[in-house]
């Protein structure tokens, strides 16, 4: 039986009882070991920083914040892509007894705005002049920031309150001591990317935090040996806990990507052993094997189709849930000739690969499972600090979350609702009784609006309590499984479907532009919403179709060329659809679909 990552020796709460102490106790432990590995800009190249080499620098950004005059419990706000400097922020402001407030980079400016100024953050951390420009209006507005530090130099930034870090951490006397933090005390107040309304500020506590990463190490083996590969935003609780703090526990190595358009080629120097990831990673790299193969003769296409049906055949049988056939002969051949090929690409040593954050399609976990890929899906919610259940390598049910991780406890309330009680739930919602009083039962479980069922100890995801569609034929319909459907189409970069109160179901989609500009070519048509192109993807995604039932299939569908994004407010930070928004933007369009059919309906009749 392996051992988990707890007896290869990872740093216990009770042993450093707060993250901060997490931190300190690591760099006693292996100071000259390399801690996390980045893109030097100004060099041109990957460098190393060892955990020592952290510790010095957090010493002095925390004499720094004293300068400041805050006090513990003042809020601290970062708005900045995964770095070395994140790490050293989050620490100095956890020396000082400060709370941390993540702010996503890529996040719109009235969303960061709304969230300093609820969250009476007093200080704010950025990268560089385009992050400047893009808040200093939201700045203006706060009073409460006293100080803005820029990792760029900004010229003129027409603020006195803007610093460059040179001349902010400027003292040379580090400060010695540290706040004496508790483990029930806040460390963190993440806001949730709402699909609707404003976010809410969630606090988590050092113990939150901590008990969730160590509950995770109870499931697999991670050593000082690995090295992580960071691209998830920090500001998102799972890249937090899994990403971050997780491998500070066991001295593993983190390196930061520089960005997801250089994803490709940092997998290639990197090579990382452990990923964290959220499923559009997966669907976009999915996408691009598929139209590569949409370019090679037949026997390219229908060896790669079976090299991943004989290492689909190969897991279920390794997982005990099918039979050893003939054809699993054939792997090792296969996966000389595609598999390891196709791996290398990513790297070719990722021993653990986790995606989380959004529902997981089969088909996509079906293709990386029959390359060789080890990828569990887990599921959580930054409420949970976030971890509630992952799949195992032993027991990997990809169909499902998961089962819960050591000391969740779990069970199906009204309405097939998930409720969830463990040391991760959070303290609340900061300055939000009411929002707070809600989400928990009478009896302290978490509610955590999720639909599921129980299979054998995995939690399968069934649904959103408020996403349920109810036709005016009285027929309920979950939308996820056939917007999942939708966007496995390489054409199909996001999808919504539409039919509450209505006779049928409608989809709204946003096409792919690579895969449009192909398409658009082949079908000789100039715009996306031609009617030609409606009938196209209905045929394409026909067969995807068959498993549900017949009132839950998608009968007509409007398709976008504009893409859905963060800057233009039709998707949240994490990349999750706003479904609010987009069906205002695009009510008259579906509408339309719906009169159409009824006229067609009277013509015919």
């Given at each position: 039986?392996?051992?988990?990552?707890?007896?290869?020796?990872?740093?216990?709460?009770?042993?450093?009882?707060?993250?901060?102490?997490?931190?300190?106790?690591?760099?006693?432990?292996?100071?000259?070991?390399?801690?996390?590995?980045?893109?030097?800009?100004?060099?041109?190249?990957?460098?190393?920083?060892?955990?020592?080499?952290?510790?010095?620098?957090?010493?002095?950004?925390?004499?720094?914040?004293?300068?400041?005059?805050?006090?513990?419990?003042?809020?601290?706000?970062?708005?900045?892509?995964?770095?070395?400097?994140?790490?050293?922020?989050?620490?100095?402001?956890?020396?000082?007894?400060?709370?941390?407030?993540?702010?996503?980079?890529?996040?719109?400016?009235?969303?960061?705005?709304?969230?300093?100024?609820?969250?009476?953050?007093?200080?704010?951390?950025?990268?560089?002049?385009?992050?400047?420009?893009?808040?200093?209006?939201?700045?203006?507005?706060?009073?409460?920031?006293?100080?803005?530090?820029?990792?760029?130099?900004?010229?003129?930034?027409?603020?006195?309150?803007?610093?460059h870090v040179d001349d902010w951490a400027v003292s040379e006397n580090s400060r010695e001591e540290s706040w004496l933090a508790k483990p029930e005390d806040l460390v963190t107040i993440i806001y949730t990317s709402g699909t609707t309304g404003h976010p809410k500020g969630v606090m988590l506590s050092h113990h939150n935090i901590f008990s969730n990463a160590i509950a995770g190490l109870k499931t697999a083996v991670v050593t000082a040996d690995d090295i992580f590969l960071s691209f998830l935003p920090l500001s998102h609780a799972l890249e937090r806990t899994i990403g971050y703090y997780l491998p500070v526990t066991v001295g593993a190595k983190v390196a930061y990507a520089r960005s997801i358009p250089d994803l490709a080629e940092d997998l290639l120097t990197v090579r990382p052993t452990f990923l964290v990831s959220v499923p559009r990673i997966f669907e976009r790299v999915q996408a691009k094997i598929s139209a590569q193969l949409e370019e090679k003769p037949p026997f390219a296409r229908k060896l790669f189709k079976l090299a991943v049906e004989t290492g689909w055949k190969r897991f279920l049988w390794k997982q005990g849930r099918g039979d050893f056939t003939p054809a699993i002969l054939l792997w090792p051949i296969l996966n000389q000739l595609v598999a390891k090929k196709l791996m290398a690409k990513l790297g070719g040593r990722i021993a653990l690969a986790i995606s989380g954050g959004a529902p997981l399609s089969t088909s996509v976990s079906k293709t990386f499972i029959g390359l060789g890929l080890n990828l569990l899906q887990g599921y959580g919610l930054t409420e949970t600090s976030p971890v509630i259940a992952v799949n195992r390598g032993n027991n990997n049910a990809p169909e499902t979350v998961g089962s819960p991780l050591p000391g969740v406890a779990i069970r199906v309330g009204e309405s097939d609702e998930l409720q969830v009680n463990s040391p991760g739930v959070m303290l609340g919602y900061w300055k939000d009784e009411d929002a707070t009083r809600e989400i928990f039962t009478s009896d302290g479980f978490l509610r955590t609006g999720d639909r599921v069922c129980v299979e054998d100890g995995n939690i399968r995801i069934i649904g959103r309590l408020k996403e349920i569609i109810i036709m005016s034929t009285g027929e309920k319909a979950p939308p996820g499984d056939m917007e999942m459907a939708l966007e496995s189409l390489a054409l199909v970069e996001k999808a919504i479907v539409y039919g509450e109160g209505k006779p049928f179901l409608t989809a709204a989609l946003s096409l792919n532009e690579e895969e449009w500009k192909k398409t658009s070519e082949t079908l000789e048509v100039t715009s996306a919403d031609e009617a030609v192109v409606e009938e196209f993807i209905l045929k394409e995604i026909a067969p995807l179709m068959r498993t549900f039932p017949s009132y839950a299939r998608v009968r007509r569908l409007f398709a976008t060329e504009e893409q859905w994004t963060i800057d233009n407010g039709l998707l949240t930070p994490t990349l999750k659809v706003k479904r609010s928004k987009i069906s205002e933007r695009y009510r008259n369009e579906i509408e339309r679909l719906y009169k159409k059919n009824l006229n067609e309906r009277r013509k015919d009749s």
């Amino acid at each position: 039986m392996k051992k988990s990552m707890i007896d290869a020796g990872a740093i216990t709460p009770e042993e450093a009882h707060t993250l901060h102490n997490l931190f300190t106790h690591r760099v006693k432990l292996t100071p000259d070991s390399i801690a996390y590995k980045h893109f030097d800009k100004a060099m041109g190249e990957w460098a190393d920083l060892t955990w020592s080499d952290m510790e010095r620098k957090i010493r002095r950004w925390s004499a720094a914040f004293a300068n400041e005059g805050l006090n513990p419990g003042d809020r601290v706000a970062i708005c900045l892509a995964n770095s070395p400097e994140w790490v050293l922020f989050d620490q100095a402001a956890m020396r000082n007894g400060l709370i941390t407030v993540p702010l996503y980079a890529n996040d719109s400016a009235g969303s960061a705005g709304y969230i300093l100024r609820h969250s009476g953050a007093r200080f704010l951390l950025i990268g560089d002049m385009l992050t400047w420009e893009k808040l200093k209006e939201e700045v203006a507005e706060t009073p409460d920031i006293k100080r803005v530090v820029t990792l760029d130099r900004i010229d003129e930034s027409g603020d006195d309150r803007v610093s460059h870090v040179d001349d902010w951490a400027v003292s040379e006397n580090s400060r010695e001591e540290s706040w004496l933090a508790k483990p029930e005390d806040l460390v963190t107040i993440i806001y949730t990317s709402g699909t609707t309304g404003h976010p809410k500020g969630v606090m988590l506590s050092h113990h939150n935090i901590f008990s969730n990463a160590i509950a995770g190490l109870k499931t697999a083996v991670v050593t000082a040996d690995d090295i992580f590969l960071s691209f998830l935003p920090l500001s998102h609780a799972l890249e937090r806990t899994i990403g971050y703090y997780l491998p500070v526990t066991v001295g593993a190595k983190v390196a930061y990507a520089r960005s997801i358009p250089d994803l490709a080629e940092d997998l290639l120097t990197v090579r990382p052993t452990f990923l964290v990831s959220v499923p559009r990673i997966f669907e976009r790299v999915q996408a691009k094997i598929s139209a590569q193969l949409e370019e090679k003769p037949p026997f390219a296409r229908k060896l790669f189709k079976l090299a991943v049906e004989t290492g689909w055949k190969r897991f279920l049988w390794k997982q005990g849930r099918g039979d050893f056939t003939p054809a699993i002969l054939l792997w090792p051949i296969l996966n000389q000739l595609v598999a390891k090929k196709l791996m290398a690409k990513l790297g070719g040593r990722i021993a653990l690969a986790i995606s989380g954050g959004a529902p997981l399609s089969t088909s996509v976990s079906k293709t990386f499972i029959g390359l060789g890929l080890n990828l569990l899906q887990g599921y959580g919610l930054t409420e949970t600090s976030p971890v509630i259940a992952v799949n195992r390598g032993n027991n990997n049910a990809p169909e499902t979350v998961g089962s819960p991780l050591p000391g969740v406890a779990i069970r199906v309330g009204e309405s097939d609702e998930l409720q969830v009680n463990s040391p991760g739930v959070m303290l609340g919602y900061w300055k939000d009784e009411d929002a707070t009083r809600e989400i928990f039962t009478s009896d302290g479980f978490l509610r955590t609006g999720d639909r599921v069922c129980v299979e054998d100890g995995n939690i399968r995801i069934i649904g959103r309590l408020k996403e349920i569609i109810i036709m005016s034929t009285g027929e309920k319909a979950p939308p996820g499984d056939m917007e999942m459907a939708l966007e496995s189409l390489a054409l199909v970069e996001k999808a919504i479907v539409y039919g509450e109160g209505k006779p049928f179901l409608t989809a709204a989609l946003s096409l792919n532009e690579e895969e449009w500009k192909k398409t658009s070519e082949t079908l000789e048509v100039t715009s996306a919403d031609e009617a030609v192109v409606e009938e196209f993807i209905l045929k394409e995604i026909a067969p995807l179709m068959r498993t549900f039932p017949s009132y839950a299939r998608v009968r007509r569908l409007f398709a976008t060329e504009e893409q859905w994004t963060i800057d233009n407010g039709l998707l949240t930070p994490t990349l999750k659809v706003k479904r609010s928004k987009i069906s205002e933007r695009y009510r008259n369009e579906i509408e339309r679909l719906y009169k159409k059919n009824l006229n067609e309906r009277r013509k015919d009749s």
